[in-house]
Structures are given as C-alpha cells and as structure tokens.
C-alpha cells in the first residue's frame, strides 16, 4: 500500500510541476476558458493526449527498463538530473517572475477549427515528448506500481485542465498577478527535488 500510494502522489507531483508551467497549451486552454469558445472539449482533448502519452510513456518503458539494469541505472540518474535542472529553472522563473495573460475579442471559431488548433499546440510542440513520454514516462517505469503512478500523473492532468476551463474568467487576474507564478515556481521546485531526492536514494 506504501508503494501504491507513494507512485500515486509521485505522479501527481511530478506532472503538476511540469505541466503549471507558463506555455503555449496553458495560454490557449486559457484563452479558450475566457471566450468560452468549446473550453470544455479543449481541455478534454488536453487530459486525453497527456494521459495517452503518459501511458506509452510509463508502460512502455517499463518493460525495456524491467530488462535492463544498465538502462534503468541510466534512466534513474537521468531523471533525477533533470528534475535538478528543472527545479533550477523555477528557481529561476521565481526570481524574475513573469505572467499568464491571454487578450483577445477574436470572433468565434467552429468546433472542429479549435479542437484541430488544441491538437497543434499540444502535440507539435517537442518538449511534449520529451516532458510527458520520456521523463514522466521513464520516472513512472521504475515505481513501486506503474499503474499508480500513471492515474496520479492523469489526476494531475485532468485537475489542471479542467481548473483553467472551468475558472478561466475566476483566475484570469491571479494568473496576471507575477506574485501567483512566483509562488507556483517556489512550490515546483520544492516538488522536484525532492523527487529528484528520492531517486538517487534508489527510491
């Protein structure tokens, strides 16, 4: 049950560390949100591509890292660095915070138009790979439970996503205000170390 428990919450704070990040999908999730323009499907389209990705991710790996010391010894130590190397840069984000703001009066789109443009943003963009398949993917192939691991990473996702839908217009001064992400970025990077931490302890 520890092991169980303890990939939930890994999952859970890993992904929300990399996916609260200003960018392009939040900005247009966001957008979406305040135009009320089809947010919901965007931000369903949003959680069903992560948890997909997080899927191939984590079950894929899993089995080449399960055959391989060498891999998983690579795979472990590679992680634990980046997840360094992203709480830095938080760090770094905090020191000179900057804010998520999203204008706009555009006329309304057709469904499929957006859903096409949510689909763009979301897997035309590289570090989604490199985020979501192989980091997340190769941290959740060398927990405890695999399994627990990938629902905490879709819990994450689908909380996320469906908070910037659902209060798009209720967040929409906070997320302006830089003090909001230099808190965030605080937190995420707390969230990676220690993380980080747990993997060079062999978890």
């Given at each position: 049950m520890n092991g169980l428990w303890q990939s939930y919450l890994n999952g859970l704070v890993v992904t929300g560390g990399l996916i609260v990040a200003i960018g392009?999908?939040?900005?247009?999730?966001?957008?979406?949100?305040?135009?009320?323009e089809h947010h919901l499907a965007v931000?369903?389209?949003c959680i069903l591509c992560d948890i997909l990705l997080v899927?191939?991710?984590?079950?894929?790996?899993?089995?080449?890292?399960?055959?391989?010391?060498?891999?998983?010894?690579?795979?472990?130590?590679?992680?634990?660095?980046?997840?360094?190397?992203?709480?830095?840069?938080?760090?770094?984000?905090?020191?000179?915070?900057?804010?998520?703001?999203?204008?706009?009066?555009?006329?309304?789109?057709?469904?499929?138009?957006?859903l096409a443009a949510t689909l763009a943003v979301t897997l035309l963009n590289p570090h989604v790979y490199l985020d979501t398949v192989l980091l997340i993917g190769s941290l959740g192939a060398?927990?405890?439970t695999p399994e627990a691991y990938a629902a905490g990473a879709a819990s994450a996702s689908t909380l996320w996503f469906l908070i910037l839908a659902l209060g798009g217009s209720w967040l929409a001064p906070w997320l302006a205000r830089p003090l909001t992400w230099r808190l965030l970025d605080l937190g995420v990077a707390a969230m990676m170390f220690a993380v980080a931490a747990q993997l060079m302890r062999g978890l």
């Open positions: 392009a999908q939040n900005a247009f999730v966001l957008a979406q949100s305040l135009r009320r931000a369903a389209l899927c191939a991710g984590v079950f894929g790996l899993a089995s080449l890292l399960t055959q391989s010391p060498a891999l998983l010894a690579v795979a472990r130590w590679g992680g634990a660095g980046f997840l360094v190397w992203y709480g830095v840069l938080a760090l770094r984000r905090a020191a000179r915070p900057q804010a998520l703001v999203q204008a706009g009066n555009e006329r309304p789109r057709p469904r499929r138009a957006v060398q927990q405890p």
